[in-house]
């Protein structure tokens, strides 16, 4: 998981639509979040160029671009990119995730938009967590269940996903019994906050001859 902590009720309520990073930018802003996970950044900067050989986080290409035109990363690219992240195992993302995350794209970019949205004006209510003798902790939030299912240590599933509140998120957290569903809910409004945030530091893009996905 990414490493950086942000204090998501700070982030200004910017459009998500100014969100255009090119593609050193989104290296460095993944990997100051944490996703690079101790790789070179060469290796990190190879296995991201190979995503989008995949149509990770949005179509490849048909053909190679020019040396002219630069990618631009938006809101939408950078939460798909982030989630792929997440899912990879041992360096490698499972081609049921890929697909996975090209089939339902159209229906999880509306929750990247929710999930930060729900930072300024949550959706859900905060579910609470007391334990005798111990501070009383708040998780607040929009959370992204994707449906994954494994089987003998194989992907069996993908989605279709949904979104759950903070109680419901830690109700089936804490009720999940079957060793098949190994993967627990995403925190995504913590994801896109982090994202939003570590966006604000990095300098803008200068609109030019560029070529824009998502």
């Not at 950086?4 to 930018?25: M, N």
């Not at 790789?39 to 053909?63: I, Q």
């Amino acid at each position: 998981m990414p490493k950086q902590q942000l204090k998501l009720d700070s982030l200004p309520d910017i459009a998500l639509a100014e969100v255009a990073l090119t593609h050193g930018q989104v290296i460095r802003l993944l990997t100051d979040l944490g996703f690079a996970n101790g790789v070179k950044r060469s290796t990190f900067n190879y296995y991201v160029k190979s995503l989008r050989k995949l149509g990770v986080p949005f179509d490849a290409p048909a053909e190679r671009p020019s040396a002219r035109r630069r990618i631009i990363y938006g809101f939408d690219d950078l939460m798909e990119l982030a989630l792929a992240l997440l899912l990879r195992v041992y360096g490698i993302l499972p081609d049921a995730v890929v697909v996975g995350l090209q089939k339902f794209r159209g229906e999880l970019r509306p929750i990247y938009h929710q999930a930060y949205k729900d930072i300024h004006s949550a959706h859900y209510a905060n579910a609470f967590l007391v334990m005798a003798g111990a501070k009383r902790r708040s998780f607040g939030g929009l959370y992204l269940d994707l449906n994954l299912r494994y089987s003998g240590g194989q992907l069996i599933e993908f989605g279709p996903p949904r979104t759950l509140s903070p109680f419901e998120a830690l109700c089936l957290y804490a009720q999940s019994e079957s060793p098949a569903r190994s993967y627990l809910p995403i925190n995504l409004s913590s994801i896109a906050g982090m994202i939003v945030g570590q966006c604000q530091r990095i300098p803008t893009v200068r609109r030019g001859r560029t070529r824009r996905h998502g």
